[in-house]
C-alpha cells in the first residue's frame, strides 16, 4: 500500500510520494512499472508524472521525477512547485526557502510569497545542446533547427532547462494540431534522448501564449520548463522582453530572464488536490 498526495501546477499533475519512510522500498525494484500504472486515468490514480521526496547530500532535499511513461525526467518547473508546496504542507521541509537537489542541478526555490505564488530559480539556460540535438546551427538565442515534416517545413529553437526543449514560433497556437506534429518531433532520430515540443504565439513583448507536447506525456496544461525555454528563445531573438507573462491551458506563469546573473526565474502557484492510499 502506497500513501500518495495528488498535486498540480496549472493543471500539469502530479503524484507525490514522501520516500523518505517505506513507501520507497516498495517500489525501487519496479519504479518504471509503478508510475505506468499510477498515472493511468482509467486504472490509477492519474497524473502526468510521479515525483519522489528523497533525502539529499548535497542540498536541503532531493526531488526525483518521472513521466507518465515510467521514464525518468531531469527537471520539471510545474513539478517543482508541487514539490515544494508538498514538503512544507507535511511539514518535510519548513522554511520558506529550500534547494532543492534534481537530476539537472540544485535549484532555489522560495514559498511564501503574495497569492501563494513560489518561485524558483531555474539556473541558466543552455543554448546549444549537442546531447539532447544532433543537428542545427548554434546561435546565442538557441540552436536553430530546420525540420520538415510531412511537407511542412519548420524552424524551431532548441534551448535546455536542465532538460530538452524545441520552440516554433506560430502565427495562432490554436490552430496548431499540437498531438500530430509533437508526438512526430518528439522521436525523430536527432533528438536521441526524445523532446519537449512548444507551440509560441507572440501576443505582445511581455505577453506570449504557449502550447505544449511533452515527452513521454503528451499535451499538457501547462510546462514550466517550457515557459522558461520558450521566453529565452523570444528574448534572445528580440520577439519579447525579458520580463514576460506565458499564457498556458491551465492558468499563467511569469518568466523572467535575470541580466547579470544570465538565470531565468519561474513564478507560479501550485495546489494540494487529494491524498490517498493505493495498492500496486
Excluded at 511542412?152 to 500530430?180: L, Q, R, T
Excluded at 518528439?186 to 506570449?208: A, D, Y
Aim: aromatic share 8%; proline share 1%.
Amino acid at each position: 500500500m502506497i500513501t500518495f498526495s495528488k498535486m498540480h501546477g496549472l493543471g500539469n499533475d502530479y503524484i507525490c510520494i514522501n520516500c523518505l519512510g517505506s513507501n520507497y522500498r516498495m517500489i525501487k525494484d519496479k519504479i518504471g512499472e509503478v508510475v505506468r500504472y499510477l498515472c493511468n486515468r482509467h486504472f490509477g490514480v492519474g497524473a502526468d508524472g510521479v515525483i519522489l521526496v528523497k533525502e539529499s547530500k548535497i542540498a536541503d532535499i532531493r526531488m526525483q521525477i518521472y513521466n507518465a511513461d515510467g521514464t525518468e525526467a531531469e527537471m520539471c518547473g510545474n513539478g517543482i512547485r508541487c514539490f515544494a508546496k508538498y514538503v512544507q504542507k507535511y511539514q518535510i521541509f519548513n522554511r520558506d526557502e529550500m534547494l532543492v537537489e534534481t537530476k539537472s542541478g540544485i535549484r532555489k526555490v522560495r514559498c511564501g510569497l503574495p497569492f501563494d505564488e513560489i518561485e524558483v530559480d531555474m539556473g541558466k539556460p543552455k543554448l546549444n545542446d549537442s546531447e539532447n540535438i544532433k543537428e542545427g546551427k548554434e546561435t546565442g538565442g538557441g540552436k536553430i533547427v530546420k525540420l520538415k515534416i510531412q511537407e511542412k517545413e519548420m524552424i524551431g529553437y532548441g534551448i535546455s532547462m536542465g532538460n530538452p526543449h524545441i520552440i516554433f514560433f506560430v502565427d495562432n497556437v490554436e490552430k496548431v494540431d499540437v498531438k500530430k506534429y509533437g508526438s512526430l518531433i518528439e522521436n525523430l532520430e536527432i533528438f536521441p534522448n526524445h523532446i519537449n515540443v512548444e507551440f509560441v504565439q507572440i501576443l505582445g513583448r511581455k505577453t506570449i501564449k504557449l502550447r505544449v507536447w511533452e515527452r513521454g506525456v503528451g499535451e499538457t496544461y501547462a510546462c514550466g520548463t517550457g515557459a522558461c525555454a520558450a521566453v529565452v528563445a523570444g528574448y534572445l531573438n528580440n520577439f519579447c522582453d525579458a520580463e514576460v507573462t506565458v499564457l498556458l491551458k491551465g492558468g499563467e506563469l511569469k518568466i523572467s530572464c535575470e541580466e547579470k546573473s544570465k538565470h531565468v526565474k519561474m513564478k507560479g502557484i501550485a495546489n494540494y488536490v487529494f491524498e490517498g492510499k493505493i495498492e500496486v
